[in-house]
């Protein structure tokens, strides 16, 4: 769990927490992403393109059952399948379509709110051939809902970290040659007074390309860019 948190990066971390999940209740495969109520899921990839979970986010998400029950309610759950399939879990098209096929055979999956419209999920999955999970396996991953819950949190934290960092790479084209020269320095720490001395020019004009700088990149301040990881050109 510590490992996890000091990940960089979403993929990072999914990868430090699922080889630990997996350990801690014998799974096959850990799984870990996020639900939208706007009707959206996203699968987050640990050792690369996986074309199950591009499936799963592109068009079957909506019939999993656990997706179902976060659509039905607002409050956090940790449950097995046993608890939603109510038996008839092989005759669904989710399961001849998506389940069978991908070789799974039981799982244990958590979802927890986030925020209004985002929940993280946690999928402890086992293959054909494995037993299913029992109810020490529930209770071990009960307990450590809390801390699955701060990692998924994090998760989401380094999720809209990237997205803003793409965001303002897109729009880095509206800044000017000066502009960009002003920015990449702020990155490097700079402040208004040593890029006035840098590019010797007044610590008023310098202001006044900074106040621009954020303008265009829809960020407040200098503590924003340096967290956004954007990457000014030095021309």
Same mark, same amino acid.
């Given at each position: 769990?510590?490992?996890?948190?000091? !990940?960089?990066?979403?993929?990072?971390?999914?990868?430090?927490?699922?080889?630990?999940? $997996?350990?801690?209740?014998?799974?096959?495969?850990?799984?870990?992403?996020? @639900?939208? &109520?706007?009707?959206?899921?996203?699968?987050?990839?640990? !050792?690369?393109?996986?074309? =199950?979970?591009?499936?799963?986010?592109?068009?079957?998400? &909506?019939?999993?059952?656990? *997706?179902?029950?976060?659509?039905?309610?607002?409050?956090? *759950?940790?449950?097995? #399948?046993?608890? #939603? /399939? +109510?038996?008839?879990?092989?005759?669904?098209?989710?399961?001849?379509?998506?389940?069978?096929?991908?070789?799974?055979?039981?799982?244990?999956?958590?979802?927890?709110? %986030?925020?209004?419209?985002?929940?993280?999920?946690?999928?402890?999955?086992?293959?054909?051939?494995?037993?299913? *999970?029992?109810?020490?396996? %529930?209770?071990?991953?009960?307990?450590?809902?809390?801390?699955?819950? #701060?990692?998924? +949190?994090?998760?989401?934290? %380094?999720? $809209?970290? &990237?997205?803003?960092?793409?965001?303002?790479?897109?729009?880095?084209?509206?800044? /000017?040659? $000066?502009?960009? +020269?002003?920015?990449?320095?702020?990155?490097?720490?700079? /402040?208004?007074?040593?890029?006035? &001395?840098?590019?010797?020019?007044?610590?008023?004009?310098?202001?006044?390309?900074?106040? +621009?700088? @954020?303008?265009?990149?829809?960020?407040?301040?200098?503590?924003? #860019?340096?967290? !956004?990881? =954007?990457?000014?050109?030095?021309?």
């Amino acid at each position: 769990m510590a490992a996890a948190a000091l !990940a960089a990066t979403p993929e990072d971390l999914s990868a430090r927490f699922s080889a630990a999940a $997996r350990v801690l209740l014998g799974s096959d495969r850990v799984y870990v992403g996020f @639900y939208r &109520r706007d009707i959206t899921s996203l699968t987050i990839d640990d !050792a690369g393109p996986d074309r =199950w979970n591009r499936d799963y986010d592109a068009r079957v998400y &909506r019939q999993d059952p656990f *997706f179902q029950r976060f659509a039905s309610t607002r409050r956090d *759950f940790l449950l097995p #399948l046993s608890a #939603l /399939s +109510q038996g008839d879990f092989e005759r669904t098209p989710y399961y001849r379509e998506f389940y069978g096929p991908s070789g799974s055979f039981d799982e244990i999956t958590g979802v927890f709110n %986030l925020d209004g419209l985002t929940a993280g999920y946690v999928t402890f999955l086992r293959r054909d051939g494995a037993p299913r *999970f029992c109810e020490h396996d %529930l209770a071990v991953a009960g307990a450590a809902c809390s801390a699955t819950k #701060l990692i998924l +949190q994090r998760l989401l934290h %380094l999720c $809209r970290l &990237r997205d803003k960092a793409s965001a303002i790479e897109a729009t880095g084209s509206q800044l /000017s040659a $000066r502009e960009r +020269q002003i920015a990449r320095l702020l990155i490097e720490g700079g /402040s208004a007074k040593t890029i006035s &001395r840098n590019l010797s020019i007044s610590p008023g004009t310098v202001r006044n390309h900074i106040k +621009q700088v @954020y303008r265009k990149l829809g960020v407040h301040s200098q503590v924003e #860019l340096l967290a !956004a990881g =954007w990457k000014a050109s030095p021309n």
